[in-house]
């Protein structure tokens, strides 16, 4: 009762400039645009009664960086398929999600969910359909690098990796400038 966990973070470059100023591009990278778990395995002792609860698999890490030739407003949207407000995974599961370690040209910055308002935190729970921005003293910042960490943790009910045949599970987050 083998699964293979395969989670694509989707990496969705703009290619139109961020500011209106601005006269190339600003560019999106990650350092791991696909995250593998491997294969899965029923945890030993697992018990029909416990099938429903949820299973976190190892937090990762996945390095974000934004570049651009010149200071500009920065931001980056959160889509992906969503169930309860959380980032969908497999049939059952989600995906948790985290934002921290950010910088913008060096210095240490906080971030903040545009919907939300606020002065921004050091680490930040998203979700798809978010625009996040990072801040300092409640006020959006403009740059030309922006760096933060992003921390996926999956979570599915044990329920899902007792099917007799090897499935793909997988789950999918696109990070997208913002324009």
Same mark, same amino acid.
């Given at each position: =009762?083998?699964?293979?966990? #395969?989670?694509?973070?989707?990496?969705?470059?703009?290619?139109?400039?961020?500011?209106? *100023?601005?006269?190339? %591009?600003? +560019?999106? $990278?990650?350092? +791991?645009?696909? @995250?593998?778990? !491997?294969?899965?395995? @029923? %945890?030993?002792?697992?018990? @029909?009664?416990?099938?429903?609860?949820? +299973?976190?698999?190892?937090?990762?890490?996945?390095?974000?960086?934004?570049? #651009? %030739? $010149?200071?500009?407003?920065?931001?980056?949207?959160?889509?992906?398929?969503? &169930? !309860?407000?959380?980032?969908?995974?497999?049939?059952?599961?989600?995906?948790?999600?985290r934002?921290l370690?950010?910088?913008?040209?060096?210095?240490?910055?906080?971030?903040?969910?545009?919907?939300?308002?606020?002065t921004?935190?050091? /680490?930040?729970?998203?979700?798809?359909?978010?625009?996040?921005?990072?801040?300092?003293? !409640?006020?959006?910042?403009?740059?030309?690098?922006?760096? =933060?960490?992003?921390?996926?943790?999956?979570a599915? %009910?044990? !329920? &899902?990796?007792?099917?007799?045949? /090897?499935?793909?599970? *997988?789950?999918?987050?696109?990070?997208? @400038?913002? &324009?």
């Amino acid at each position: =009762m083998m699964k293979r966990l #395969c989670l694509p973070l989707g990496l969705g470059l703009a290619f139109a400039a961020l500011g209106s *100023q601005a006269a190339e %591009p600003c +560019h999106l $990278q990650l350092d +791991h645009a696909q @995250l593998d778990y !491997g294969q899965l395995q @029923l %945890p030993a002792g697992t018990t @029909l009664d416990r099938f429903s609860q949820a +299973h976190s698999l190892a937090t990762r890490k996945v390095r974000v960086q934004v570049s #651009c %030739p $010149q200071p500009s407003p920065l931001a980056i949207d959160l889509l992906g398929a969503s &169930e !309860g407000g959380l980032a969908r995974f497999a049939d059952a599961g989600q995906l948790n999600l985290r934002l921290l370690e950010a910088m913008v040209d060096g210095r240490a910055v906080d971030l903040a969910n545009v919907d939300q308002g606020g002065t921004g935190l050091r /680490e930040l729970d998203v979700r798809p359909g978010q625009r996040i921005v990072p801040v300092s003293a !409640g006020q959006a910042l403009a740059g030309s690098e922006w760096t =933060m960490s992003l921390q996926v943790t999956p979570a599915l %009910p044990l !329920g &899902e990796l007792r099917r007799a045949d /090897e499935t793909l599970l *997988q789950g999918s987050l696109t990070l997208q @400038l913002a &324009e």
